[in-house]
């Protein structure tokens, strides 16, 4: 769905019910995922009157369970009742802000903003931040990784068990130099080295005022 307005389902919703996607892209305004509960129960049945297909169900906001999600508005895009998909990105030139609902994913989240990112957030994958500042009001949760550019804000908002950082990689290139000094660990004495005692693993993540203290 492309639209040069504003693109709003209000009190309906969006969805995809077959494991099929959803793109909307609003070229002038911003997207809000509608208002009101969260989209549920939906159902197809055969009209017995018309013999075509019925739908029904309950909430409102965009919805694609089995597939993917991806918006992209020139403006803000607001969470709305809320978005869910197994892969969701966003890509707002503005600010990315919360409503009632979530950004939920059953795979990774993918978000890029002008301005700021705010909401509810969780995926089962990572989370990747691009472009933008995750609010320190926001919440953030994955199953995987929170990582990118703008993804320091979001360091004190991540729920237990998500592993947070922009600089994951020189992170991973440190603990296995430092694992690798450390591979006679539990050994004394001279000698051919044997198998390894224990892994040194080195993680630091701190929040970048600016670029001259953003080096790990």
């Known amino acids: 769905m492309v639209a040069f307005g504003d693109i709003n389902p209000g009190r309906s919703a969006i969805a995809a019910l077959s494991g099929g996607d959803i793109s909307l892209a609003s070229l002038g305004g911003s997207v809000?995922?509608?208002?009101g509960k969260l989209f549920k129960n939906a159902k197809v049945q055969l009209d017995p009157n018309t013999g075509l297909p019925?739908?029904?169900?309950?909430?409102?906001?965009?919805?694609?369970p089995g597939g993917s999600v991806k918006i992209k508005a020139r403006r803000d895009v607001n969470i709305g009742a809320g978005?869910?998909?197994?892969?969701?990105?966003?890509?707002?030139?503005?600010s990315i802000t919360a409503g009632s609902g979530a950004i939920t994913s059953s795979g990774n989240v993918s978000l890029n903003a002008g301005g700021s990112i705010g909401g509810t957030i969780s995926?089962?994958?990572?989370?990747s931040v691009g472009n933008g500042t995750v609010s320190q009001t926001a919440s953030v949760s994955a199953g995987g990784i929170v990582?990118?550019?703008?993804a320091g804000g979001?360091?004190?908002?991540?729920?237990?068990?998500?592993?947070?950082?922009?600089?994951?990689?020189?992170?991973?290139?440190?603990?296995?130099a430092r694992a690798d000094s450390g591979a006679g660990l539990?050994?004394?004495?001279?000698?051919?080295?044997?198998?390894?005692?224990?892994?040194?693993?080195d993680v630091q993540l701190k929040h970048c005022e600016n670029e001259s203290n953003c080096s790990v």
């Open 186 to 201: 539990g050994r004394s004495g001279a000698g051919p080295r044997g198998p390894r005692k224990g892994v040194i693993i």
């Open 54 to 64: 019925r739908v029904s169900y309950e909430g409102a906001g965009i919805a694609a």
């Open 147 to 150: 990582a990118g550019g703008g």
């Open 83 to 94: 978005i869910t998909g197994r892969g969701i990105v966003i890509d707002a030139g503005g």
């Open 123 to 127: 995926a089962s994958g990572s989370i």
């Open 32 to 35: 809000k995922a509608g208002f």
């Open 154 to 176: 979001a360091a004190s908002n991540a729920s237990k068990g998500a592993n947070v950082g922009a600089e994951t990689s020189k992170s991973a290139e440190k603990a296995s």
